[in-house]
């Protein structure tokens, strides 16, 4: 057994492939039994179980051939990154990668010795399944092929194949991963161990050009995207290729001669503003950009997923899927060729990008017809800060959290050394200083700048608008834009613990609810049977005979505790029954909850409510579809138990089931981004962050007694997003403002019931809102 292989294979153990390994770098894979029902299989496809042993052969046959497990899927399924090179001694392997990091750095490089690396992920939504089986055909050809040019083309690139991004809902046919995910958007967010590893992909790799394989979009879909495009693009640097080798893709598949494949659609030329945007970094493509490559989405055009699946004969779906495949087939061999005609260009390019970052350099004014059709639509630029500074001043898990995120993306941080002054501001030692002079800026400020509000640049949006770090997920993080900038910082691979206990011996120790770290801990210690207490303003009291406890959790989810005032009622672990879709039901166990899945059906089915201590509904609940026997029961509950409540499924619940005296108002169903808020100081609203999340946003008028507003719209509602009116000038922010976002309050059942107009835990993604729902299924279930 070779160096390379141990070296793999002991890689390959945490998932962290070896940069140095050389190549090829043969991987035995495990394999998985046979699994007839794999959705594959109908549509003439390769099943899962299928590829270990087909790539196992092939590096056995080729040594241009190399397979890495670069992570394992939801359900523990292996993901392989597949290369096709030529063959390299480690030696030559860390030239490659000095080449690369020269690159980063904005450092020419010199001609023709850097291997040009080329990205193409396949299968991210596993039912659209034949990004897989072309990149196949592909690696087959490339890997056994003896003409000359294969050979050439091998010598002068990296080809890495992202085999199947998402094997879990390839098998089981469905277009989120096993935990409900989709993937395509989950990029900047990072909660999915599939997202983790392509995004590991992406910087390990730096690819000049990259293709993300989806479908189905009838005659084939080839990007670049319509406006808005991302404003922190040095977009000239992208598209000029990206169109370029858009229309060559755009003839390879018409060449193939399929009449369904014969009029692609490429969104930068054939669709109106926003239709297709490329505003937000939450796809892949989007988000590779700002590790310089040039990306493209690719919708292969033949249905072949759903009702289609479903409906037609195996017969015609296989002859759609292989006209499917022969598209992905023909669009990554023209992006090969495009790459390595233009690889000197492109490798400038993407130089550029880096070195224009790392000096601090304005973005480019692109001029109007810079290629066919840029005009006033297509500009959007920004203003990059000096720098952003996170500090510890409202949660130091926040803080901490933030700083790992921003690394693990590749974003540099350094840590203050000593105290040091920015802008006039004293900062202490241990802040953390994110310089924006750094080649990937672009990737830096697109997390922690605000956004904007682009209601008035595109009449539609193809998903969210607005997110921001900096904002939704609370850490303390202040903007500085220009001025005399001298500090002394070490680079950060990791935020420095946080956990804190600040008071005396033996006194009693309160923690604020102000993170989610703050709720695992409390879950934590409520888990052991600690006798916790709850103040007013949401507190939580650990006594002082507790401080071994509490500082384990102290260390584990580096949360503070400070000296603790008298007071407070005591405080149980709750349990939770939730109506709820897969991103809250994860923020929800994460957070420390015992968690029980319900649903009309699982309602009308019969449920044990003994042990129940709030109800949270954000989707598939029906109080009215309800049989007598449920209704029962649950009204029953309603009388000792909590209850909040999500998004027009939970106001309908609430109106329903005669809770709280508030009427909920639907704003314009598109509308979505980071929004301002105000605080009230009631239970929910105290310690909660000034900003907030909205998708189909709602707000409550016509208050009962004794409803308590826990936080409003802010006069300015849209901080980043997109919000209009409807075409009836209602639901438009305008309407949204000053008004009620979430409220509180006592039902004349006696149920203490939480009603959230806001999405506090939209796709895993605004952390620092998570704290909010905590505080009111403890307020609601706490009597």
Same mark, same amino acid.
């Given at each position: ?377 297509? &500009? +959007? ?5 000096? /720098?952003?500074?996170? #500090?510890?001043?409202? @949660?130091? *898990?926040?803080? %901490?959290? !933030? ?82 900038? &001298? +500090? ?5 691979? /990791?935020?420095?613990? #946080?956990?804190?206990? @600040?008071? *005396?011996?033996? %006194?009693? !120790? ?90 009309? /059906? ?11 201590? %709030? ?169």
């Amino acid at each position: 057994m070779d160096s390379a292989f141990l070296s793999v294979q002991a890689a390959q153990g945490q998932n962290r492939p070896d940069r140095y390994a050389g190549y090829p770098r043969k991987t035995s894979l495990r394999t998985y039994p046979e699994n007839a029902a794999d959705k594959s299989i109908k549509l003439g496809l390769q099943p899962y179980h299928a590829l270990a042993p087909k790539l196992n052969a092939l590096q056995q046959k080729s040594n241009r051939v190399s397979v890495e497990v670069v992570g394992q899927s939801t359900l523990g399924r292996d993901l392989y990154l597949v290369t096709l090179t030529a063959p390299e001694s480690p030696a030559e392997t860390r030239l490659q990668e000095w080449f690369r990091a020269s690159v980063e750095e904005g450092r020419k490089i010199p001609d023709g010795l850097y291997k040009a690396p080329i990205w193409i992920n396949n299968n991210i939504h596993g039912d659209e399944w034949e990004g897989t089986d072309g990149a196949l055909r592909v690696i087959e050809h490339l890997a056994t092929s003896d003409d000359r040019e294969t050979k050439n083309l091998l010598q002068r690139s990296r080809i890495y194949f992202n085999l199947t991004a998402n094997p879990d809902g390839r098998v089981a046919g469905t277009r989120a991963n096993n935990a409900g995910f989709d993937l395509n958007r989950d990029f900047v967010t990072s909660s999915q161990p599939e997202n983790r590893a392509m995004q590991d992909i992406v910087e390990r790799t730096q690819p000049l050009m990259m293709l993300d394989e989806h479908g189905y979009v009838a005659n084939t879909l080839i990007e670049p995207t319509t406006p808005p495009h991302g404003q922190n693009y040095d977009f000239d640097l992208y598209i000029k290729h990206g169109y370029e080798n858009g229309l060559r893709m755009e003839k390879a598949v018409q060449a193939l001669g399929h009449p369904e494949a014969a009029k692609p659609e490429i969104p930068f030329r054939d669709y109106p503003v926003g239709e297709w945007d490329g505003w937000a970094p939450i796809y892949t493509a989007q988000y590779s950009m700002y590790h310089g490559a040039v990306s493209y989405t690719i919708e292969i055009p033949m249905r072949v997923n759903r009702a289609d699946y479903d409906n037609l004969p195996a017969q015609e779906l296989q002859r759609r899927s292989k006209i499917n495949t022969d598209v992905v087939e023909a669009t990554i061999k023209t992006t090969l060729d495009y790459v390595d005609d233009n690889r000197k260009s492109l490798i400038a390019n993407q130089t550029e990008m880096f070195r224009r970052g790392a000096n601090g350099e304005k973005q480019r004014n692109i001029p109007d017809g810079f290629v066919p059709g840029f005009g006033p639509e297509d &500009r +959007f630029t920004t203003e990059f800060p000096r /720098a952003y500074v996170i #500090t510890n001043d409202r @949660s130091p *898990a926040a803080t %901490a959290r !933030l700083v790992d995120q921003l690394v693990r993306h590749d974003v540099r941080v350094e840590r203050a050394e000593k105290p040091f002054t920015l802008n006039g501001k004293k900062y202490a030692a241990g802040s953390y200083v994110v310089d924006m002079h750094q080649p990937k800026r672009g990737l830096a400020n697109v997390m922690l700048e605000q956004g904007a509000d682009i209601s008035d640049k595109a009449p539609v949006m193809y998903d969210i608008s607005g997110w921001s770090h900096r904002l939704l997920w609370g850490a303390s993080v202040d903007i500085v834009k220009g001025g005399q900038f &001298r +500090f002394d910082g070490k680079p950060v691979t /990791a935020a420095t613990p #946080t956990g804190e206990i @600040s008071a *005396a011996p033996g %006194a009693d !120790l309160a923690i604020t609810l102000t993170d989610q770290k703050d709720v695992s801990a409390v879950n934590d210690l409520l888990g052991r049977g600690l006798e916790l207490r709850s103040q007013d303003d949401g507190t939580v009291v650990v006594p002082g005979r507790d401080r071994s406890a509490a500082k384990e959790v102290a260390d584990r989810y580096g949360v503070r505790f400070t000296a603790a005032k008298p007071g407070g009622q005591p405080l149980q672990r709750k349990t939770i029954a939730a109506a709820v879709s897969a991103d809250e039901l994860q923020v929800l166990r994460e957070s420390g909850f015992d968690v029980r899945t319900i649903s009309t /059906a699982v309602l009308n089915a019969g449920f044990d409510w003994s042990r129940i201590d %709030a109800l949270y509904v954000g989707s598939g609940l029906s109080y009215a579809g309800l049989n007598a026997t449920a209704k029962a029961a649950l009204d029953e509950f309603l009388k000792r138990g909590g209850v909040v409540t999500r998004g027009a499924t939970g106001s309908r619940f609430n109106s329903d089931a005669k809770l709280l005296q508030a009427t909920a108002t639907a704003g314009w169903e598109d509308a979505n981004g980071v929004v301002n808020v105000v605080n009230g100081n009631g239970p929910i609203g105290t310690n909660a962050l000034p900003h907030s999340f909205v998708y189909s946003p709602q707000w409550f008028t016509n208050l009962g007694t004794g409803v308590t507003v826990e936080q409003r719209y802010g006069s300015t509602v849209i901080a980043a997003g997109h919000w209009h009116a409807r075409d009836n000038g209602t639901g438009g922010q305008d309407a949204a403002a000053g008004q009620a976002a979430v409220v509180s309050g006592t039902a004349t059942n006696g149920a203490r019931v939480v009603l959230f107009g806001t999405e506090p835990m939209f796709r895993n993604h605004p952390k620092g809102l998570y704290a909010q729902v905590a505080r009111a299924l403890f307020w609601s279930s706490t009597r």
